[in-house]
């Protein structure tokens, strides 16, 4: 009986940390297999322990090119859709103007899309712009998907700023750009930040909005579904694992520093 | 979209703000046309690859032809009809197996929202790390990680096949004789990895802002635990629920990867078909269709779904 009660009052953790460790599965798995020695041409069954994927990650033919072309694209679609998703943020947070609630469908709307629906769409305007796809095709698609979430990001940090403050800079004799700047700014930085690296992870990941409008330009998530059918070498693992350290890395970091501005205000 | 819009934020730039007079009231009034300004380049790029896409896909699906002589518009419109009876299995199994897969989504993620929101306690930001983290390694290898787990003979299938589950599903038709992969009990399992995240950050979301002495005014009111989470938190928690369903259910609708690495010839979703015919047959008629028709059908579910569950301000 006791058990049962333990087992009562904590079924919520037991469930929770159920679900997270299904979450977690294949990124423990890709860990594994990172250092898997595999027969054959396919990394799906466990042979013995080494480490010559780690030490040579860059030893399969067109795999770093391909990391180095979407790290590439990432860049600067996330500059892209930060930039225009931050001013569709502020315009949308601060202004009162009409259309404003067609301004807001229109960017809900590529949210609530399919992303094969997009992708179609937008292979057809090219098919029939004539335009040549690889590189610019692709850039311009990862903008188009990415703004919307930026502007949501942005949002909702512009929306929970104390207007008082931007007033407090004017009466105290700031222009509007340098009031822009010092005050502005760093307030809505947070959120312009957090659109930002949602921004780079989308594009970084994106495999079906790419894969319609890349034509033979292979970036990493194609290069991973191209090597699906050929033959998956152990570097996709080992690059997988590497990308998840840095994210842990980055968020640990990103929160370390929070942490101590705040122990400084205190 | 409102050309109204578009037009004025074409016109030229205002004249740059005065400077501040040293004396007299700061500006209260703001350019008229600084909000078209703002939105004016954002939105031109959405107009031009978001809106207009939509409209060359409307007219390829109408237009009749060959690849070698060139598509006509003719507004043929048999081109719905056909692909719609043709492949009308593949659109029922997307609307099926997304379908599950957000019950699953839900299922399994409310208890980690609840546990992230209520009960971790001083391990909140680290399970809300785990929980974004894997976002930033490639879905596909994640996806394909799962063959390993469900491989034939491996210790999940030996388990599943001791526990005799797989003798149940596979009297559902969910599996295959003694396999998980290539079935699709493996689409399922990876749709609803792959979109439990959307699930549970909306949920987490929702359940973070609830008061708790809520919770703690059930509890004088003499209501057990789980009369509490069905008066109080779980009616509080729908503006989640909603968000998180439609952010798993719309991108499962879609998804071809998961059909086409974890299933088989046989557990073939719409967006396969359209990645096919867009991509190796070339027929775009039909494929423009297609994607038309998924889109028509996921707009109108989210509108009935939205409207039924009465909350219109989700955005």
Same mark, same amino acid.
């Given at each position: 009986m006791a058990f049962v009660n333990w087992l009562k009052h904590r079924?919520?953790?037991?469930?929770?940390?159920?679900?997270?460790?299904?979450?977690?599965?294949?990124?423990?798995?890709?860990?594994?297999?990172?250092?898997?020695?595999?027969?054959?041409?396919?990394?799906?069954?466990?042979?013995?322990?080494?480490?010559?994927?780690?030490?040579?990650?860059?030893?399969?033919?067109?795999?770093?090119?391909?990391?180095?072309?979407?790290?590439?694209?990432?860049?600067?679609?996330?500059?892209?859709?930060?930039?225009?998703?931050?001013?569709?943020?502020?315009?949308?947070?601060?202004?009162?103007?009409?259309?404003?609630?067609a301004v807001n469908s229109l960017i809900f709307l590529p949210m609530a899309m399919p992303e094969v629906v997009m992708a179609a769409s937008l292979l057809t305007l090219f098919l029939n712009l004539g335009a040549q796809l690889g590189f610019w095709t692709i850039l311009i698609a990862h903008i188009m998907f990415c703004l919307s979430f930026v502007v949501v990001a942005v949002k909702a940090r512009v929306m929970s700023m104390d207007p008082r403050l931007e007033e407090a800079a004017r009466d105290?004799?700031?222009?509007?750009?340098?009031?822009?700047?010092?005050?502005?700014?760093?307030?809505?930085?947070?959120?312009?930040?957090?659109?930002?690296?949602?921004?780079?992870?989308?594009s970084f990941d994106d495999f079906i909005i790419t894969n319609f409008n890349a034509g033979s330009t292979v970036t990493f998530p194609m290069f991973v579904w191209g090597s699906a059918q050929r033959g998956t070498p152990v570097q996709i693992n080992v690059i997988g694992t590497a990308m998840f350290l840095v994210a842990v890395l980055f968020v640990v970091a990103g929160m370390a520093v929070t942490h101590r501005r705040k122990r400084q205000k205190a | 979209m409102s050309t109204g819009t578009l037009t004025e934020a074409e016109a030229p730039p205002p004249p740059p703000l005065a400077p501040v007079p040293a004396t007299g009231k700061p500006p209260r009034k703001r350019g008229r046309w600084t909000p078209y300004l703002l939105l004016a380049?954002?939105?031109?790029?959405?107009?031009?690859?978001?809106?207009?896409?939509?409209?060359?896909?409307a007219s390829t699906s109408v237009q009749t032809g060959s690849l070698e002589e060139g598509y006509q518009v003719t507004w043929h419109f048999a081109t719905y009809w056909d692909a719609l009876s043709e492949y009308y299995p593949q659109a029922l199994r997307s609307v099926l197996y997304a379908g599950t897969a957000t019950v699953l989504c839900l299922l399994l993620g409310y208890p980690l929202a609840y546990l992230i929101a209520f009960r971790a306690g001083r391990w909140r930001n680290l399970i809300l790390i785990l929980v974004i983290a894997p976002f930033f390694t490639s879905f596909l290898i994640r996806t394909l990680a799962w063959k390993t787990i469900l491989s034939d003979g491996g210790p999940v299938v030996g388990a599943l096949n001791t526990?005799?589950?797989?003798?149940?599903?596979?009297?559902?038709?969910?599996?295959? #004789?003694?396999?998980?992969?290539?079935?699709? $009990?493996?689409?399922?399992?990876g749709l609803t990895?792959?979109? @439990?995240? &959307?699930?549970?950050?909306?949920?987490?979301?929702?359940?973070?802002?609830?008061?708790?002495?809520?919770?703690?005014?059930?509890?004088?009111?003499?209501?057990?635990p789980f009369t509490t989470f069905r008066k109080v938190t779980f009616p509080l928690s729908m503006p989640g629920v909603v968000s998180g369903t439609l952010l798993t259910f719309i991108p499962a609708s879609g998804d071809y990867v998961n059909a086409e690495l974890l299933g088989s010839t046989n557990t073939q979703?719409? #967006?396969?078909?359209?990645?096919?015919?867009? $991509?190796?047959?070339?027929?775009?008629?039909?494929?423009?269709? @297609?994607? &038309?028709?998924?889109?028509?059908?996921?707009?109108?579910?989210?509108?009935?779904y939205i409207r039924k569950s009465g909350t219109e301000d989700l955005v």
């Open positions: 079924l919520v953790v037991i469930a929770g940390l159920l679900t997270l460790g299904y979450l977690l599965l294949p990124n423990i798995v890709v860990t594994v297999f990172s250092f898997n020695q595999p027969k054959g041409r396919f990394n799906y069954e466990w042979q013995e322990f080494s480490t010559a994927a780690w030490t040579d990650p860059c030893g399969v033919a067109d795999l770093c090119g391909s990391l180095s072309l979407s790290l590439q694209l990432a860049a600067w679609a996330t500059l892209g859709a930060t930039v225009l998703g931050t001013l569709i943020a502020f315009a949308l947070v601060r202004y009162r103007f009409r259309a404003r609630g105290l004799y700031a222009g509007p750009v340098q009031t822009f700047v010092r005050v502005t700014l760093p307030i809505a930085a947070p959120g312009i930040v957090a659109g930002a690296l949602l921004a780079f992870a989308l | 380049p954002g939105l031109i790029w959405l107009l031009v690859f978001f809106a207009m896409p939509m409209v060359y896909q526990l005799h589950v797989l003798d149940v599903t596979s009297w559902l038709g969910l599996t295959a #004789g003694d396999r998980v992969l290539a079935t699709p $009990l493996a689409v399922v399992c990895y792959n979109f @439990l995240p &959307f699930m549970i950050l909306p949920l987490y979301t929702s359940l973070e802002r609830i008061d708790g002495r809520l919770h703690e005014a059930a509890g004088d009111l003499y209501a057990k979703m719409i #967006g396969n078909v359209i990645q096919s015919q867009f $991509l190796r047959i070339l027929d775009y008629p039909t494929a423009a269709a @297609l994607s &038309f028709i998924l889109m028509a059908a996921i707009l109108l579910m989210v509108t009935v």
